[in-house]
């Protein structure tokens, strides 16, 4: 069965801090793997997705699959980067599996 | 243009009351889901559905059953509810081949 954890419920940092939001999985097929994102009063969007290996308002996410992480990673917290974060993993099925979510909060 | 709408916004209701709530999507995807969303935050898959198939989580009890009357909706009828029924619903929305989904704003369910 797949299952996605993430460890942390509240990471609370200051502006200019490194930011790691840990996600690990269990999945048996080849995994795809994802980071939604929902800010205050907002609904819940693709920040982004391991496949594109790209860079989205700073973060990115490298997916590790010797050790079964995908965690979300910015060198430079804002503020404006709080809000809730959910790692998801994509089934065949195309139905997500989100992880418990962690709440990042960036202090000034 | 709102992507993907659902109403009500909020939705409070007495236990043992059978309610719905609509999930309509303007991007002319294919495939259309409900989440739920407990009060620790937790999001949990209720169900897919295209035009093909209905796949449903096996956890969700049978009083919850997705209605969908064209491609661009996805209604959830909920019957006989309780109050564990209460949290926030998502609705959202994929292209077929994409694993980008699309949310709705919530459904806030309040079972008293």
């Known amino acids: 069965a797949q299952r996605v954890t993430q460890p942390e419920k509240l990471l609370s940092v200051f502006k200019g801090a490194p930011v790691e939001l840990k996600c690990n999985y269990s999945y048996s097929g080849s995994p795809e793997l994802f980071w939604y994102v929902q800010y205050s009063r907002q609904r819940l969007q693709l920040l982004l997705r391991h496949i594109s290996r790209e860079s989205i308002k700073g973060f990115t996410a490298d997916l590790n699959k010797g050790e079964t992480s995908f965690h979300l990673k910015k060198p430079f917290a804002q503020e404006e980067d709080s809000a809730m974060y959910y790692c998801a993993l994509n089934n065949a099925g195309n139905m997500l599996t989100f992880g418990g979510g962690t709440r990042l909060m960036v202090k000034p | 243009d709102t992507a993907v709408s659902q109403t009500p916004k909020y939705l409070v209701t007495q236990m043992g009351n059978d309610k719905s709530i609509k999930c309509e999507q303007n991007l002319g995807h294919d495939t259309m889901y409900w989440y739920k969303q407990d009060s620790k935050k937790f999001l949990k898959i209720m169900f897919s559905?295209?035009?093909?198939?209905?796949?449903i989580n096996e956890t969700v009890p049978n009083r919850f059953s997705p209605k969908s009357p064209d491609k661009a909706h996805l209604n959830l009828h909920i019957n006989s509810l309780e109050l564990g029924d209460s949290a926030v619903y998502f609705c959202?929305?994929?292209?077929?081949?994409?694993?980008?989904?699309?949310f709705g704003p919530g459904t806030r369910l309040t079972v008293t």
């Open positions: 559905y295209n035009n093909k198939e209905l796949i």
């Open positions: 959202a929305s994929s292209r077929q081949g994409s694993y980008e989904q699309y």
